[in-house]
């Protein structure tokens, strides 16, 4: 009778529990009265099955309180051996006094000394953690938000490569180095470089760092030096290994190296030849010309050309070589082209009447502002009017055009052409981009014309079209060559159409710059960049020097 009564308590117990399950929204004070509640009655009477089912139920108790943030009275080792002592050691009275089977009891046992070895080994020890510091919580974060305003900042491509080849981080820099944009892929689709990516593989192995260069040549020439350093994570898994990649661009100073070498071996070269003349009238005027005045006069007159020779080639090398230097910076600023070619004709315009050249500068209708340097621009338009003045016979016609908004297939292949017969080539060609609009600068000359096999060798250095080598009205052979460097710099185009007897044209075109920083360029606001407006006739636009 007495064993029934605490069973009833039991029951009682057990749905005392189950009123105040988790969830239910009696606390958790409630769940610690029945573990106590439990744990008495355990002691008196037979332990049932289903109270060993409730001690998960416990746990998972203990876990979703601890989860929420709740304190709670959390299991301890020395409880639950304790706990399952007692219950074996009742089993074991109720078999001795035959309340019991002996499997039953076996069985029993052997169940609760299981589950008590499993809670035994997974409970915590302690009733609550030990808290963390609070310095180190509060400096840990200001640290990470300092390294990563560095990392930000960095003008240096910089980024960190994962297991697989994968890109984990990459900064500002790194993204447009490497066109990356928004996503981060694989380092292979983004740099085939195979001497970077060995290195790269061998630091996610854990093996010592490298430096690497390597040189690309399209679209344009770089050279770029590689440093790949290994990296070791406290982060669970088989490859705790990054590869930290820093790209270091030396196309700079490898060209301002080859610029030197080229400058003295070109100077050497072309320089020769003056010079020799320079002497050879020099020791003439101290010989035998040395009382004759008029010989003097002639050789003294040459002499001066021969110098003022030297000075453009010089010009013309240095021009060159900067150029060349930064070819791979695209320029960032607005100029506009109806402005700059009027201000080019009436420089030029003075030397076109001295021969009676007419030069004729129809400029487009509405404004042109592109992208680019100001004075490289310039330095392009003045080289082509410049080479069609000296090439036309005096009392010619030399004609200056400026279109915009051109495709780029418009702007490569214009639908006029000044012969049926004439010869074309790109010397030069942007990037495809099918949404980019550009104005076009067209120089026409009368002179002789140009043979359809000379075409790709014009914008060669020192290269001369023959008949044109020598007199004086002969060049450099370095303007052409100039101008396709520089386009190729504004990521433009250049090219040539000619035909023997109908003369040249040359034509440049450079992107058009977006409306916003048009509005924003200084040229605007300069007295001579005034545009004809929209409604104007473009013949009205026709202004010659």
């Known amino acids: 009778m007495k064993v029934n009564q605490n069973l009833s308590k039991n029951d009682k117990n057990y749905s005392n529990y189950e009123k105040f399950m988790p969830g239910s929204g009696a606390g958790h004070e409630a769940s610690g009265q029945w573990r106590r509640r439990s744990g008495r009655a355990a002691a008196r009477v037979m332990f049932p099955a289903r ?9 998972a108790e203990d876990r979703t309180n601890r989860t929420l943030g709740k304190v709670t009275d959390r299991p301890r080792r020395r409880d639950i051996a304790l706990t399952a002592s007692l219950a074996i050691l009742v089993m074991a009275v109720l078999a001795i006094a035959g309340e019991l089977q002996m499997g039953v009891f076996l069985a029993g046992s052997l169940a609760l000394a299981g589950l008590a070895a499993v809670y035994y080994l997974t409970a915590l020890t302690a009733a609550a953690p030990s808290p963390k510091p609070a310095a180190a919580a ?42 990356l944009g928004a996503e981060r892929g694989l380092l292979s689709t983004a740099l085939r470089q195979p001497r970077v ?35 070791r994570l406290n982060t669970p898994g088989p490859m705790p290994f990054r590869a930290m990649l820093v790209l270091a661009d030396d196309t700079s100073s490898k060209r301002a190296e080859r610029m030197r070498a080229d400058f003295l071996a070109n100077a050497s070269h072309e320089l020769r030849t003056p010079l020799a003349s320079l002497a050879g009238f020099l ?65 030029l315009g003075l030397v076109a009447d001295k021969r009676g050249i007419a030069l ?39 004609t200056v055009w400026v279109e915009a908004s051109r495709t780029r297939d418009g702007a490569e292949h214009m639908p006029e052409r000044i012969d049926p017969q004439s010869g074309r080539l790109t010397l030069t060609a942007p990037p495809l981009d099918p949404d980019a609009r550009f104005a076009v600068v067209r120089v ?23 008949g044109q080598k020598s007199g004086p009205a002969a060049g450099t052979g370095l303007g052409l060559a100039i101008v396709k460097h520089i386009i190729s710099r504004h990521r433009g185009g250049f090219t040539v159409e000619s035909a023997p007897g109908a003369g040249t044209v040359f034509s440049v075109f450079l992107a058009l710059a977006p409306a916003k920083k048009a509005a924003e360029s200084p040229a605007d606001s300069r007295p001579d960049a005034e545009t004809p407006e929209a409604g104007d006739n473009p013949a009205d636009a026709v202004t010659k020097v």
């Open 51 to 59: 109270h060993i089912l409730m001690i998960p139920i416990c746990m």
């Open 138 to 179: 509060e400096v840990r974060p200001a640290e990470a938000d300092v390294s990563e305003a560095m990392l930000e900042r960095l003008p240096i491509p910089v980024l960190l490569i994962g297991p697989g080849g994968r890109i984990e981080r990459a900064n500002p820099a790194a993204r447009a180095f490497l066109g």
């Open 197 to 231: 990516l060995e290195a790269v593989s061998a630091a996610l192995r854990g093996e010592r760092g490298a430096a690497v260069e390597y040189s690309t040549l399209a679209p344009l020439e770089s050279h770029v030096r590689a440093f790949v350093e290994p990296l």
């Open 283 to 347: 020791e003439t005027l101290q010989g035998p010309a040395r009382d004759d005045e008029e010989a003097r006069d002639r050789f003294l007159t040459i002499m001066m050309e021969q110098t003022e020779r030297m000075r453009r080639l010089i010009d013309d090398l240095l021009s060159l070589s900067r150029v060349e230097m930064n070819e791979h910076v695209v320029p960032t600023g607005v100029v506009e082209l109806n402005a700059l070619v009027r201000d080019v004709s009436e420089v």
């Open 360 to 398: 004729d500068v129809i400029v487009a209708e509405d404004a042109t502002p592109v992208r680019g340097d100001h004075d490289q621009i310039y330095e392009v338009v003045e080289n082509l009017v410049e080479n069609a003045i000296k090439y036309s016979p005096d009392g010619a016609a030399v």
């Open 444 to 466: 026409r000359d009368a002179g002789p014309g140009i043979e359809r096999r000379y075409l790709p060798r014009l914008s060669e250095r020192f290269f001369r079209v023959d």
